[in-house]
């Protein structure tokens, strides 16, 4: 008997990034969010972020899977002065930081890590929230792809054309993160192969595949 169909199709959970109470996996990307002044957001898309000196988790760039959070920043700030930048942030090795004086909390890079993680609700008193927050060592792993929020609608739009020009000239350049099989953005390589049965070339994410009769 022969076969008509092999291969599969994936169903997606409609959840589009992980709860901010859950613990982030090691090399995987996330939705996070990161306040900023307007005027400093045209040069984050262009050239990314900046490492700051010094913070609650040392130096690195401080973002939250918490939207609430984000909009909390810059402190001290009217709305119209501020907004959120969306992100994708790649996490890469993650050190979980939820007491005070915790060991790590400022060495974590030193010691093999790409990430700090305070969980909601930790036992850090200086987090008066109760909010999580993520502290990233390389501004590379984050990629701005969104505005999330901001009072100015033109400014909300012009960031956001810069955004999709930014992404235009990195696919002209070949170095693209998205892969050119599934269509998806790589954390990290995807593993394209050979279909068993109909010898395809195809990628473990897409989200649907059909054999060849």
């Known amino acids: 008997m022969s076969v008509e169909f092999c291969g599969w199709e994936a169903i997606k959970s409609s959840q589009g990034h992980l709860d901010s109470g859950q613990e982030p996996l090691a090399a995987t990307g996330y939705t996070m969010y990161h306040g900023t002044y307007i005027s400093n957001a045209a040069d984050i898309i262009k050239n990314g972020f900046q490492r700051s000196k ?10 939250s899977r918490n939207i609430e959070k984000a909009k ?3 402190q001290k700030t009217d709305k119209k002065d501020k907004l959120v930048l969306k992100l994708r942030v790649n996490v890469g090795k993650v050190k979980k ?3 005070d004086n915790h060991l790590l909390q400022k060495t974590w ?3 093999g890590y790409d990430c700090a993680w305070v969980p909601p609700m930790s036992n850090i008193t200086s987090i008066k929230s109760g909010r999580e927050e993520d502290c990233v060592w390389d501004p590379k792993r984050i990629k ?11 400014t909300r739009h012009g960031l956001r054309r810069l955004i999709k020009k930014m992404r235009q000239n990195t696919n002209h350049g070949n170095s693209s993160d998205e892969c050119h099989k599934c269509g998806k953005e790589m954390v990290t390589l995807h593993p394209v192969q050979k279909c068993w049965n109909c010898d395809d ?3 473990p994410f897409q989200s649907k595949h059909k054999c060849r009769t």
């Open 54 to 63: 010094d913070g609650l988790l040392g130096p690195g760039v401080y973002v």
């Open 72 to 74: 909390c920043y810059p």
């Open 97 to 99: 930081i939820d007491t």
């Open 109 to 111: 890079h030193q010691n």
């Open 144 to 154: 701005v792809v969104d505005v999330a929020l901001c009072m100015d609608d033109a």
């Open 201 to 203: 070339t195809i990628c």
